[in-house]
T-cell receptor
Framework: DAGVIQSPRHEVTEMGQEVTLRCKPI?????LFWYRQTMMRGLELLIY????????DSGMPEDRFSAKMPNASFSTLKIQPSEPRDSAVYFC???????????FGDGTRLSIL | QQPVQSPQAVILREGEDAVINCSSS?????VHWYRQKHGEAPVFLMI?????EQKGHDKISASFNEKKQQSSLYLTASQLSYSGTYFC????????????FGQGTRLTINP
C-alpha cells in the first residue's frame, strides 16, 4: 500500500514568495494532520482535518499560513508571503481516526532565504 | 500542554537497557509512542490507552500509569537499529482527536 505522499521533498525559495506544500493521505484515512518540525520548537501540530473539514487550526502560526483539503485524497499547506523563520520540515500525516496510529509522509524540507 | 520527556538524551552500548519517561500535567486518555531516525519521518511504535496496560513490540515495551499521568517506554537489550529520537504524543484534552508531542528523547546506541 502507498503511504502518505508529500511533495516537494525539498523547497528553497526567497523571502516573500508563495510556497505550496502538497499531501496525499492514505486512502480511507479520515484524518489528516499538518505538522512543522524545528530544532527549537520540536514537532508542532498546525492544523488537522476530519473528512476534509478543518477541525482545529489553533496551531497555525499566522494568517500567512493557510491549509485546504478539497477532497479526500489531497491537501495543501500554503505560506504567503514566506519568511526565513518559516524554514522547517513540514510533515503531513493521516490516520483512520484521531486515536489511531498516524502515518507520516517523508516531509518537505523548506528553506526560506 | 506539551508532555515532558526525560531524559533528553541517552547514550548506550549495544545490549544495554533504556527507559524513557513521558509525563503530563493534564489527565490523559492515551499515549502514543513514535521513533524518528535522522532525516526521516516519525514512525509509529505503539498506543497505550488508559487502564494501566503494558504493551510490547519486539524488545520494546511501554506502560501507562493513568493516575500518575505518565508513560514509560522500555527498550531492552538495545540494538543499533534502536538509535533515533523517541517522541511521546498525548491527547490533550483527553479524548481529543489530536496529539501533542513531547520534545523528544535522543537515543544513541554504540557498538
Amino acid at each position: 500500500d502507498a503511504g502518505v505522499i508529500q511533495s516537494p521533498r525539498h523547497e528553497v525559495t526567497e523571502m516573500g514568495q508563495e510556497v505550496t506544500l502538497r499531501c496525499k493521505p492514505i486512502s480511507g484515512h479520515d484524518y489528516l494532520f499538518w505538522y512543522r518540525q524545528t530544532m527549537m520548537r520540536g514537532l508542532e501540530l498546525l492544523i488537522y482535518f476530519n473528512n476534509n473539514v478543518p477541525i482545529d487550526d489553533s496551531g497555525m502560526p499566522e494568517d500567512r499560513f493557510s491549509a485546504k483539503m478539497p477532497n479526500a485524497s489531497f491537501s495543501t499547506l500554503k505560506i504567503q508571503p514566506s519568511e526565513p523563520r518559516d524554514s522547517a520540515v513540514y510533515f503531513c500525516a493521516s490516520s483512520l481516526s484521531g486515536a489511531q496510529p498516524q502515518h507520516f509522509g517523508d516531509g518537505t524540507r523548506l528553506s526560506i532565504l | 500542554q506539551q508532555p515532558v520527556q526525560s531524559p533528553q538524551a541517552v547514550i548506550l552500548r549495544e545490549g544495554e537497557d533504556a527507559v524513557i519517561n513521558c509525563s503530563s500535567s493534564k489527565a490523559l486518555y492515551s499515549v502514543h509512542w513514535y521513533r524518528q531516525k535522522h532525516g526521516e519521518a516519525p514512525v509509529f511504535l505503539m498506543i497505550l490507552l488508559k487502564g494501566g496496560e503494558q504493551k510490547g513490540h519486539d524488545k520494546i515495551s511501554a506502560s501507562f500509569n493513568e493516575k500518575k499521568q505518565q508513560s514509560s517506554l522500555y527498550l531492552t537489550a538495545s540494538q543499533l537499529s534502536y538509535s533515533g529520537t523517541y517522541f511521546c504524543g498525548t491527547d490533550t484534552p483527553p479524548g481529543a482527536q489530536k496529539l501533542v508531542f513531547g520534545q523528544g528523547t535522543r537515543l544513541t546506541i554504540n557498538p
